[in-house]
């Protein structure tokens, strides 16, 4: 929980050592840039595309089976992140080399290449997860940077169905030059591995905890290969309905299988816990709510020249900033309530046609739609960093798993666009329904809000135990220094006193028992034995041990007997306070027995001794006469812990006292 812990300032002083590998999570980020902005886009760009369902042929096993096994390769090779970006970055030549001078590359090498994109975004997001324990606020703007690229680079493709970017080819040269730059060093300094990049504890073996999580984006990724057989005929059959109605309505054969993988992922991925997937959670909402905005700027911005690029540019560093900052949380969570107000408006103000903005190409209102959109986005990605890097998850949760979801998401979320039962047959289709986004918006900014604020409650909790283990061992070490210097004084007195006290007659006896007392005592408070747990409980065991004597002897179970410290506390005063009689009335030679008896539901401490004894109306006689003793240290205390004392003596036979208290006593 350290790294939790860590309340760094706006991007702290960075550390020398950290520096290449900002620039290679700089540089992984340029190559996903290229990956999200085809060169060929007859529609949107495949970032904020909804994909469709469909089943495989001919070589399409080649295109799927790929990017699942760069993930499964991606995940275990972690602490190798600069190489994966490096592989990424290469994969990215053909493209690169065909946009910029119309070379040709055969199927098998477009078959390959689909595993840039995932290298791409495992090999970023296992730099962030390596930058945050020594930076958290490096470390989440690198992980929020992994969006916010995504973003830019759908910007950059345009509106495909409206104009082709002939700009791409010169943007693809320059980012795969760049990214190269800032992949290589790091790639140099981490040439032995980076450790840090697994993000556990255990991070130089394999374990349960890492190995899972290769595991679950395994599972995750491979989720599309037994969709992608359930063609729309076997999918008729299942339902019972008519295949040509199920054919008219693609939509629904789309959201049925989205629905399907939103359920399948969010189960595999609850294998990681609560915390990763709630957070995985998060960002597929933020990847779903942000695809009608994009439309919009997009299509409204399409014949504006620089200024949609540098609109998205704006809204990723200003999310990225945020995402970096100690207030991520509720800046994060503000970003996306404005941005859940501007559409909002947008679609107020154009009377429930938000479409208007993109069809009469209304430049402004799209602008700040874009930028506030890309930083809420980027800003909350890049808060749950902090979340997950700790629990090693970030590569797999914000990789694998978020983009599966989104992908369900996007296709289940179609059932809300729709008019008259039916979608638009256009492109603008989501931005007609502008007010689902606006609700995502709200839904996402809440659930951001609520991990900090769950997280904020972990740190709190991990201090406390951090203060008290920090005073316990405070306490143990003191302990262990009054101990050496008391041994060799103070208890060899003691010792010497109890072994020849009785041969000074008089009250030399009384004296040497006095000292055996008194030893015992000593040497149960230097071994701590009843110091409170860290917990808030106490081992009635060690109070009660802590009281015997060469008079008195305690039977105690040899497991602890953790009771609240309040109700131990007040127990062992009561068995104190009997004890106390003994010594008073029951006889100078009597003794004593303390059994303590830990039950299921109930804890039960008798004491007996061998004295004197009494009538049982002395205590009602006694108790008339002002002497409470009895009534309110023993009875009293036992009672309000909930529990009973029974009292037992005769003349000549001695005392039996006897307390049961509940388990889980309340104090009143």
């Known amino acids: ?86 592989v990424a970055g290469l994969l990215t030549v053909p493209d690169v080399l065909s946009t910029s001078a119309g070379l040709t590359f055969p199927l098998a090498v477009s078959a390959v290449a689909k595993a840039g994109y995932p290298l791409a975004i495992l090999g970023v997001l296992a730099c962030a997860q390596s930058l945050v324990p020594h930076s958290t606020g490096w470390g989440a703007a690198i992980t929020g940077l992994s969006t916010g690229a995504q973003l830019f680079g759908s910007v950059i493709a ?55 999580l290769v595991v679950i984006g ?165 808060a749950t960093a902090p979340v997950l890097a700790p629990r090693g998850a970030l590569p797999a949760m914000l990789g694998p798993v978020t983009a599966v979801l989104a992908a369900g998401g996007l296709q289940t979320v179609q059932t809300t666009y729709l008019r008259d ?7 603008l289709n989501p931005v007609f329904h502008l007010t689902t986004s606006a609700v995502l918006l709200l839904v996402a900014g809440a659930a951001i809000g609520g991990l900090g604020f769950a997280q904020q409650i972990a740190v709190r909790r991990a201090e406390r135990k951090q203060a008290e283990q920090i005073r316990q061992d405070a306490a143990t070490a003191e302990r262990e220094r009054l101990a050496r210097s ?19 007659g008089g009250q030399g006896t009384q004296l040497a028992t006095l000292a055996a007392e008194q030893e015992v005592a000593l040497r149960t408070l230097l071994t701590g034995a009843a110091s409170p747990h860290a917990d808030g409980d106490q081992d009635l065991g060690a109070l009660l041990t802590a009281l015997a004597s060469p008079r008195f002897e305690v039977a105690a179970p040899a497991e602890p007997v953790l009771l609240p410290a309040h109700t131990a506390g007040e127990l062992a005063a009561a068995v104190q306070a009997a004890l106390d009689n003994v010594r008073r009335h029951a006889g100078p030679g009597a003794r004593a027995w303390v059994l303590l008896e830990d039950e299921e539901d109930t804890v039960r401490v008798t004491v007996r001794d061998d004295g004197i004894g009494f009538l049982p109306e002395r205590l009602a006689e006694a108790a008339e006469a002002g002497r409470l003793g009895v009534a309110q240290s023993m009875r009293g205390r036992i009672a309000d812990l909930d529990g009973t004392t029974t009292i037992s003596s005769s003349p000549g036979e001695g005392t039996e006292v006897e307390f049961s208290v509940p388990r889980r006593a309340h104090r009143t």
Request: glycine fraction near 12%.
């Open 421 to 427: 039962g039916s979608p638009v047959g256009s492109y």
């Open 1 to 86: 929980m350290d790294e939790l812990m860590a309340r760094p300032r706006v991007f702290p002083g960075l550390p020398g050592r950290c520096l290449p590998a900002l620039l290679g999570g700089l540089g992984g980020c340029l190559f996903l840039v290229v990956w999200t902005s085809p060169r060929y886009a007859n529609g949107l760009p495949p970032f904020i595309d909804t994909p469709r369902h469909g089943g495989l042929q001919g070589g399409g096993w080649a295109f799927l089976l790929v990017p699942v096994a760069a993930t499964v390769v991606g995940l275990c090779a972690l602490r190798w992140w600069p190489y994966l970006l490096v």
């Open 218 to 382: 395994a599972l995750v990724a491979c989720l599309a290969l037994p969709l992608a057989l359930l063609t729309t005929e076997r999918m008729a059959a299942l339902l019972g309905v008519n295949f040509t109605a199920l054919y008219l309505r693609s939509f629904v054969e789309s959201a049925i299988v989205g629905a399907i993988t939103l359920v399948a992922a969010t189960g595999i991925g609850l294998v990681a816990g609560l915390w990763s997937v709630g957070a995985a959670l998060i960002a597929a909402t933020m990847r779903i709510a942000v695809v009608a905005p994009m439309i919009i700027a997009l299509a409204a911005l399409a014949f504006s020249g620089p200024l949609g690029w540098l609109c998205a540019l704006a809204g990723v560093l200003l999310g990225a900033v945020v995402a970096g900052s100690r207030w991520r949380i509720p800046l994060a969570s503000a970003l996306t309530v404005l941005a859940a107000v501007a559409l909002f408006i947008a679609y107020a103000a154009t009377s429930g046609q938000p479409e208007k903005l993109a069809d009469q190409r209304i430049a402004i209102p799209a602008s700040l739609i874009l930028v506030v959109i890309t930083a809420a986005a980027t800003a909350v990605v890049g």
């Open 486 to 504: 008391i041994h060799d004084g103070v208890l060899q007195v003691l010792t010497l006193v109890q072994r020849h006290g009785s041969d000074l």
């Open 158 to 212: 345009g509106a495909g169905w409206l104009t082709s970017n002939s700009d791409i080819p010169a943007w693809h040269t320059g980012l795969a030059v760049l990214g190269f730059v800032g992949v290589s060093w790091a790639a140099w300094r981490g040439r032995r591995g980076d450790p840090g990049a697994i993000g556990l504890v255990d991070a130089a073996g394999w374990s349960w905890r890492r190995g899972r």
